[in-house]
């Protein structure tokens, strides 16, 4: 089995920060990528960031510039530093595990973000 932990969600004011962790473990499988999907209350499923084992990322617009990913291989392990947090980042934060087969992808179980004064 493929465990992934997400942590460090929780409530903030606009403007506030908040740094997200997630790690995988278990069964041992080569992962290609690691990153961050949200589902805000009525809306689809949406990429955050991801970012590849060796180093390559990806953001949504609505995140550049305000949003870092980062990895350690050694860990499994991703993060995701979110600055000048919107309400609109109000959100279920998902993290994602992909091997290099389509068969090979694995979710936790979501984090609550709430950005609200």
């Known amino acids: 089995q493929v465990h992934i932990v997400e942590s460090g969600g929780g409530l903030v004011q606009p403007g506030g920060s908040l740094r997200l962790s997630c790690a995988a473990s278990g069964s041992a499988f080569r992962i290609y990528a690691m990153g961050w999907y949200r589902q805000a209350p009525g809306k689809q499923r949406e990429l955050v960031a991801t970012?590849?084992?060796?180093?390559?990322?990806n953001y949504a617009d609505s995140v550049k510039g305000r949003f870092t990913i980062s990895g350690d291989n050694a860990k499994n392990t991703v993060y995701l530093q979110m600055n000048s947090l919107k309400p609109e980042d109000t959100a279920v934060y998902y993290c994602n595990a992909r091997g290099y087969l389509i068969d090979y992808n694995y979710w936790g179980q979501g984090t609550q973000v709430t950005v609200s004064s």
């Open positions: 970012i590849t084992t060796v180093g390559s990322t």
